[in-house]
């Protein structure tokens, strides 16, 4: 694709049919892929405005106790305690301190709230198979952080808590879920589900999603399905064998009016969704993230999405904008059926394209007249995280980078596939 070639931003297609043509969530049809030779500045909106912004200022990064110790309870609970009354049980303007510490959730919890905080000073909640482990928040200008989520006896979709952040405004960050999610083969597995308000902005930071979500290649962390309806920016964020969902494939009738953003992420082995993404009638940008494949782990083997299927950046309805952006499609045991870079040209999706700004790649492009590389882009792509991504749990759910510390846990891992 030439300079002059390239669409406009925003520019429409023919959805015609789209009704009559829905495609299911979990079926994605291939692209056709060509090679390519070679091969990331991006504009957004302002940042959001967090009323708690000053509760996530005060952990900072330092030493591990510097980080729990950053803000003062408002409760006094004892270690094996229930969070789930506490959590259910905030309301507007609320803010919720846990000590640090371990407890249980013994139940589903739903928040519907503005303006409130929930601050869990680098606490682990423990999930348990007979009870609930669904996590709702729903609200305005809302800020939810600082804690982990370990299962107790599973990790499977019976156990592994799941969380729903809806509403206006809102930031999540600074979580971390501890063991692998090894869901069957014939599972579609996701362990957070956003929904933006229109006019609105919703924020996921600071993430440590390095557990696999089970042998689906069509498994997702972070599945946006219908229900971001204006800009969901994810940042520093580690996902592994699982990465974001970003754009749906069905038709009208539950599409995301808004789009997802990346910036300061790094996807590891995430197959057929690492970067899935696109937005109606705006622009995407993708901003200093790498995806890579490694030989870490073992292959998902649902043949529904062919074998060793990979897709580094998958652009969905307009353009997605790719600046400082490293993608290697190639390693050893996983190089079959990869696609560095792929458009979808169904019908159903608007005019799409990749503008590959700067940055690197490896592997071949799917629906290259597509794909509007600069000439500036490289062919040796990065393949460890970005500077400011966290890369293990503890920098997470602690919002520390100091290694070690007595307040720092291993990492919980039930061997699902290491």
Wanted: net charge negative; proline share 5%.
């Amino acid at each position: 694709m030439t300079d002059a070639d390239r669409p406009a931003s925003g520019a429409d297609a023919d959805d015609a049919d789209a009704g009559d043509r829905a495609i299911s969530d979990d079926a994605d049809a291939d692209d056709s892929a060509a090679s390519t030779d070679t091969a990331p500045e991006v504009s957004r909106r302002s940042y959001l405005r967090i009323a708690g912004g000053a509760v996530g200022a005060a952990v900072v990064a330092g030493t591990v106790g510097a980080a729990v110790d950053g803000l003062a309870p408002t409760v006094d609970i004892e270690d094996g305690d229930d969070v789930a009354p506490l959590l259910s049980d905030v309301s507007d303007g609320e803010t919720l301190v846990l000590p640090q510490g371990t407890y249980d959730l013994r139940g589903d919890v739903s928040i519907d709230a503005d303006d409130f905080t929930v601050h869990g000073n680098g606490s682990v909640i423990r999930t348990y198979e007979s009870y609930g482990h669904e996590l709702a928040l729903a609200g305005s200008n809302y800020e939810f952080s600082h804690m982990a989520f370990e299962p107790q006896n599973g990790s499977d979709d019976s156990v592994w808590m799941t969380l729903w952040p809806y509403g206006s405004d809102w930031h999540v960050h600074h979580l971390a879920w501890l063991s692998e999610k090894c869901v069957p083969s014939e599972s579609i597995g996701s362990t957070i589900r956003p929904g933006v308000e229109s006019g609105s902005e919703g924020n996921l930071t600071d993430l440590w999603l390095g557990a696999g979500v089970g042998d689906q290649q069509g498994n997702s962390h972070v599945h946006c399905f219908g229900s971001v309806d204006d800009d969901l920016w994810i940042r520093r964020s580690y996902f592994y064998q699982g990465g974001v969902y970003g754009a749906n494939s069905s038709s009208e009738r539950v599409r995301n009016e808004g789009t997802t953003h990346f910036e300061g992420c790094y996807f590891e082995n995430c197959y057929s969704h690492s970067i899935r993404t696109g937005g109606h009638f705006q622009d995407t940008h993708v901003r200093d993230c790498v995806v890579t494949l490694t030989e870490r782990g073992r292959v998902p083997s649902n043949p529904a999405y062919s074998t060793n299927i990979f897709r580094g950046v998958w652009a969905w309805h307009g353009p997605v904008i790719l600046e400082d952006v490293h993608v290697s499609a190639q390693t050893g045991r996983r190089r079959t059926d990869a696609r560095a870079l792929a458009v979808e040209d169904r019908r159903i999706v608007q005019a799409s394209y990749i503008d590959y700004r700067s940055g690197a790649y490896t592997g071949p492009v799917g629906q290259p007249d597509r794909v509007w590389i600069d000439s500036s882009v490289g062919s040796e792509p990065r393949t460890d995280p970005p500077d400011a991504c966290v890369t293990t749990p503890e920098e997470a759910y602690l919002g520390t980078t100091a290694p070690g510390g007595s307040l720092a846990r291993p990492s919980m891992w039930s061997g699902c596939d290491r």
